[in-house]
Each structure stands twice: as structure tokens, then as C-alpha cells.
């Protein structure tokens, strides 16, 4: 059985959390009557290159405590330690930093989870940053362990096939995405988004290509150098 923190659909583990974080809300100021609020955008180095990430305002909690914990150097020199391609790569686990060849990773992480946040205008699409989880029955996510979706391109037939399975329903800008970029839709409102790669593509695709192991981690490390919060 794989130890890893993500997708019950998948692998249905376990691990224990403690109560729900209660993250802080991100500023806001008013203009001409709508609520606008500054928008975060985050960059990852890898050893495989760079990733620009933006952080999602409807998803405040993820949102903050992402920022928390790349401020704090958390996600420095930690492993993208779960790779399958045309499916996502899963980072985040604390455990990963200082780990063996042989050891097996994804059960690490803070003591703490965070309320799930879906929000059916955020999909799975490529490039889309969420949050792992185990099979709890609130869907809290992982207080620190995320996924970065490559995912494949789906035609209609199929997405009505997902949409029947787990009552989803998409707009036709959806799926079109789904259809042209790909994704993974049927993690959709199980899984909470909160925010997509917006350069760096490419970089998801030569991290999901490199070999792994029967646990689907990578044979050599794929590191995250460094995460930076641009203020």
C-alpha cells in the first residue's frame, strides 16, 4: 500500500490530523462597489526549472496558509516525491527533505488540516495547483502536501461519462479546456484548487516524464530549490 497523502479515489489512506487551521484572510480594499483583492503570485524553483504560480483569492484559506509556509521556508529543498504522468506531481511533505533512497514519503506534514474550499468555477485544469488529501469524510485538505496537475485532454463522451459519475456539470469555456489543455476532472469538487501555473508548463511536463519507482517516486530526486511569495 502506497503511503501517500492524496486521493482516496486512488489509494483511500488514512493519516490522523488535529482540528481544522483557522487561516487569516487576505486584505481587501473597495473600489467602485466590488471587492478587489491584491492578487499573489508565488514562484517555485525547482531543479528542473521554474514554475510561476497564482494564487486563487476565492480559496482564502489555502491561499494564506500557502503564503505562511513559503515565508517560512517550508517547502525549501523538499522532494516532488509522487510523479505519474499525465495524471500531477505531489510535493509538500516535510519528511521528503532529508529522505533515503528507499524511503517511503507522503504521510508528513503540519498538525493541522484546512477546511475544503471547491468552488465549481476552479477545475482540474492543466496547470492547476490543489491541495492533497487523505479520505476524511470533511474532504480537509493537507495542511502542507499540494499537487500540480499535467493531466491528458478528455472529449465530450468522456466528460459525460465523469459528469454522470460524480454530478458534475461544466460551462462550455470548461470544456473546452478539458478538450484542448486537458486536466483531471474527475477530482473536481473533491479536491479543493487553489491556484494555477501561469509560466512554467512546460517544466510539469519534464517532472511527470522522469522515471520512478513502484511507489511513484522519482529514481532521482526532483527537488523544490525554493518557493518565493512576490510582494
Known amino acids: 500500500m502506497r503511503n501517500n ?7 483511500g489512506l488514512l493519516i490522523g490530523f488535529s482540528p481544522a487551521v483557522q487561516a487569516q484572510k487576505g486584505a481587501t480594499e473597495q473600489k467602485n462597489g466590488t471587492q478587489n483583492e491584491r492578487q499573489i503570485m508565488v514562484t517555485i524553483e525547482t531543479n528542473k526549472g ?5 494564487l486563487y483569492n476565492e480559496t482564502p484559506l489555502h491561499r494564506d496558509n500557502f503564503v505562511k509556509l513559503a515565508k517560512e521556508g ?4 523538499l522532494l516532488f516525491h509522487r510523479v505519474i504522468k ?13 529522505a533515503s533512497p528507499d524511503q517511503s514519503l507522503g504521510m508528513g506534514g503540519p498538525d493541522y488540516t484546512i477546511p475544503a474550499e471547491f468552488n465549481r468555477n476552479l477545475i482540474h485544469k492543466r496547470g492547476a495547483l490543489a491541495a492533497a488529501r487523505d479520505n476524511n469524510p470533511q474532504k480537509a485538505s493537507s495542511g502542507s502536501q499540494f499537487y ?15 459528469c454522470r459519475q460524480y454530478g458534475l456539470n461544466y460551462t462550455p469555456q470548461q470544456r473546452n479546456l478539458y478538450r484542448t489543455i486537458g486536466g483531471t476532472p474527475f477530482l473536481d469538487m473533491n479536491y479543493t484548487v487553489f491556484g494555477e501555473v501561469v509560466e512554467g508548463l512546460s517544466v510539469i511536463d519534464k517532472i511527470a516524464s522522469v522515471a520512478t519507482n513502484r511507489e511513484d517516486r522519482p529514481v532521482e530526486d526532483v527537488r523544490i530549490l525554493s518557493v518565493r511569495v512576490e510582494e
Open 5 to 11: 497523502i492524496i486521493f482516496s479515489i486512488l489509494c
Open 148 to 162: 500540480i496537475v499535467q493531466g491528458k485532454a478528455w472529449t465530450d463522451g468522456q466528460l459525460d461519462a465523469i
Open 50 to 54: 521554474t514554475l510561476k504560480v497564482k
Open 74 to 77: 517550508y517547502f525549501d529543498s
Open 86 to 98: 499525465d495524471f500531477m506531481i505531489q510535493g509538500g511533505d516535510p519528511d521528503s527533505r532529508h
